[in-house]
């Protein structure tokens, strides 16, 4: 650069940039940058605005997309004249944008993947593509723009361009990002496949789920669920409870769903509630099962909640406050030392809090309910449901159901003009939904998601105690599902 500057400053604070004329504006990772810096406003903008002196200046953001809707690059793409990268098939030389539905591995005859087989297909005329067939015709390649150019150029890659990335490592990057659930498969979706991953917030259908809705003895627990956590919603006449089961892979049974009369003010609504912690339910095989965890909503009566939680102890309960937005990695946080009244009397630091991010299990609930399942001669062949399968049992009624489906996710833009994603309710009571979110957050919190393989089967071998005759009798069809199967996959090149 002789004459010239090199700036560096991070989005967070592009006031740096402030004094100065800039006539090559590089920002790379925008969907990374906040929506905001401080008070100032977007940081892309702010950092433009140090362009405008120049006839001839040039401005280039770079990013691997985040999420639709809200995502700066993918706006800014929609923007431009939009290229993308053909390549000829060496075989027929049909021209093609390489996309992630070509690509196609074997199975073998366990049904077992075999990533090593993995090739790009043709999209005319179905040709296997090696990986070295695949690098030789991206060399051949060209970009075409798919809209008039205003001014503006854009250009989208996926991994499968990649002349260092085999598809092998990609289809083992891919299956061990679907075993992982939305958390990996949307840094799959992200940066393997660089398009903007679609928030499943659309509520299910309410009919559908009652017509498959399950028997089997009201207030017990199927074998398949290894233990019990709570949601508690508490509104101003009543406490409402549901209590869930979990197994392996968070298949989830609801159990029970019990309404407590009378408000937070109401000392005899809490000694209810303290009932419910000492009550049990009976697991298939005749062990009496407590709520392992009950995460209660401080949203309504925070000191009363406070209260209650302090005299029972924090190891049953943990109060829970839900917050907007997603948080897919830590969806809930704490516990953070909050200060109590007992009695008339402040305690410092005396109960204990924990956050929710509730659009997350939102989301994550609304996925599990409308995934696929095996069916009944499936599943008496011994099928497995697949991870995240809700089981709603036959006394759950209409009212319930349109409760749990009474949410759906939206892009919104604020006033700001920034888009932003946002659940609205559809119906106005919803109380089933925070249950559920509540009582996923304490399965969450109980650390159901963490727990190595070796505490699922050893919870398996409490519950089967005394009544288990055989090792195939606690979960018949459970042994189709290979338990390390994340672990066997996982690939070095998701780093
Ligand atoms: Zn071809």
């Not at 906040?34 to 001839?56: C, H, I, M, Q, Y």
């Not at 040039?58 to 053909?86: C, H, M």
């Not at 090739?119 to 390649?141: F, I, L, M, N, P």
């Amino acid at each position: 650069f002789p004459g010239g500057h090199l700036t560096i400053v991070g989005a967070n604070a592009p006031s740096g940039l402030a004094s100065r004329p800039i006539r090559l504006l590089l920002c790379d990772e925008v969907d990374r940058y906040p929506f905001s810096a401080g008070a100032e406003g977007d940081p892309v903008n702010l950092a433009r605005k140090r362009t405008v002196t120049f006839w001839n200046r040039k401005i280039v953001l770079v990013s691997t997309p985040t999420n639709k809707g809200t995502s700066r690059i993918e706006a800014a793409y929609q923007e431009s004249d939009q290229r993308r990268f053909w390549v000829p098939c060496p075989d027929c030389g049909a021209e093609q944008v390489l996309t992630w539905t070509q690509v196609r591995w074997s199975k073998g005859p366990e049904g077992d993947h075999r990533p090593e087989t993995a090739r790009y297909h043709c999209a005319e005329c179905d040709a296997a593509w090696r990986d070295e067939t695949r690098w030789a015709a991206v060399s051949k390649g060209h970009w075409v723009a798919e809209q008039p150019f205003a001014g503006v150029v854009g250009f989208h890659l996926n991994e499968i361009y990649s002349p260092w990335v085999r598809l092998e490592a990609m289809v083992r990057a891919f299956l061990s990002a679907r075993s992982g659930g939305d958390e990996t498969m949307k840094t799959f979706v992200n940066t393997s496949l660089g398009e903007t991953w679609v928030e499943t917030g659309e509520a299910p259908d309410w009919q559908r789920l009652y017509d498959r809705r399950e028997a089997w003895k009201p207030g017990t627990v199927p074998a398949g669920g290894l233990f019990l956590t709570a949601g508690a919603d508490v509104q101003k006449d009543r406490v409402e409870v549901d209590v869930w089961a979990w197994g392996r892979g968070l298949e989830s049974w609801l159990v029970d769903h019990v309404v407590i009369e009378g408000g937070p003010g109401d000392p005899t609504c809490w000694q209810r509630l303290t009932d419910l912690l000492g009550r049990s339910w009976t697991h298939a095989n005749g062990v009496p099962m407590n709520i392992a965890r009950l995460a209660i909503d401080t949203g309504y009566e925070t000191s009363a909640v406070y209260a209650w939680a302090r005299q029972v102890g924090f190891a049953q309960v943990a109060p829970v406050k839900g917050v907007d937005g997603f948080n897919r990695s830590a969806p809930v946080t704490g516990p953070t030392y909050v200060d109590a009244t007992v009695a008339g009397k402040r305690l410092r630091r005396g109960a204990r809090l924990w956050t929710v991010a509730t659009s997350t299990f939102k989301a994550e609930t609304y996925r599990f309910l409308r995934q696929e399942r095996p069916t009944a001669e499936e599943v008496d062949a011994g099928a497995a449901f697949p991870p995240g399968t809700i089981h709603l049992p036959g006394w759950t009624d209409s009212e319930w159901l349109k409760q749990l489906t009474a949410e759906q996710l939206v892009t919104v833009r604020t006033r700001r003009g920034f888009a932003k994603l946002e659940w609205q309710k559809l119906r106005e009571r919803n109380e089933a939904l925070d249950t559920r979110v509540y009582a996923r957050a304490a399965a969450w919190i109980a650390g159901a998601d963490r727990w190595s393989e070796a505490y699922w089967s050893d919870m398996e071998r409490q519950l089967a105690v005394p009544a288990r005759v055989d090792a195939a009798g606690i979960n018949p069809g459970r042994t189709a599902r290979p338990a390390s199967r994340r672990r066997a996959v996982r690939s070095n090149y998701m780093g």
